[in-house]
């Protein structure tokens, strides 16, 4: 969609199909020249003056249209489509996708195995937290985490709500193994505030880097 004036992806936004699937072209073409297997399909906001409730159900299959066209799409290209719930009480009012209950319920309508869900831990916490079960539950869905400290969205060792390491070792316990993106705003210098994920492999017996103590 238009950024700069606001727009947040067009993917469950009904009438802009076209616009949806010219952009979702383009963004092929990027992830295949720089060899990345997933694309976050945005679904986009609410239209401004239109009642959450009214829309909801013309803007979710929109969606699932768009979704079921994106998945046969990237799976020509071996790549994998990602959903991410954004929360509507502090990021954006008025974005579509708000919990992973709302995201897993379409992708199973969508029934496509190429789509996934991309878990930001930090909206995942203000709109429903009970992250534990949450992560349990939508394990099989999750194709990618996002992680940010709440309310500041720093480093995951600034003070906030969320007890991190306790998150990392429970994605372990899971069996996760894909990235974790660092979604969030630095408090100071980027590569100061990387001093948490030094700490965190040291407390696993890790060396910087991730590398076991004991192979090296």
Not at 39 to 53: C, E, N, S, T, Y
Not at 64 to 83: F, H, K, P, S, W
Not at 98 to 120: F, M
């Amino acid at each position: 969609g238009d950024r700069e004036a606001g727009e947040m992806g067009l993917a469950a936004v009904p009438g802009r199909q076209a616009a949806f699937r010219q952009e979702l072209a383009a963004a092929v073409r990027y992830a295949r020249a720089v060899g990345c297997p997933r694309i976050h399909v945005m679904a986009g906001q609410v239209p401004l003056g239109a009642d959450r409730a009214a829309v909801a159900d013309e803007m979710e299959a929109t969606f699932i249209e768009n979704l079921r066209y994106t998945a046969d799409l990237l799976a020509q290209e071996d790549m994998i489509g990602l959903v991410e719930p954004i929360n509507n009480r502090i990021t954006d009012p008025r974005y579509f996708l708000n919990t992973p209950h709302q995201a897993a319920a379409i992708l199973e309508k969508v029934g496509r195995p190429n789509l996934k869900l991309q878990l930001d831990l930090f909206h995942c916490q203000i709109m429903d937290g009970n992250l534990s079960h949450n992560l349990e539950t939508y394990f099989p869905l999750i194709g990618h985490i996002q992680i940010a400290q709440v309310p500041g969205r720093h480093e995951p060792d600034s003070p906030g709500e969320v007890n991190f390491p306790y998150i990392f070792e429970l994605l372990e316990s899971l069996g996760y193994t894909g990235y974790v993106g660092c979604e969030y705003a630095p408090k100071g210098d980027t590569r100061e505030g990387l001093g948490w994920l030094r700490l965190y492999w040291e407390s696993r017996g890790l060396q910087h880097g991730g590398t076991s103590k004991a192979a090296e």
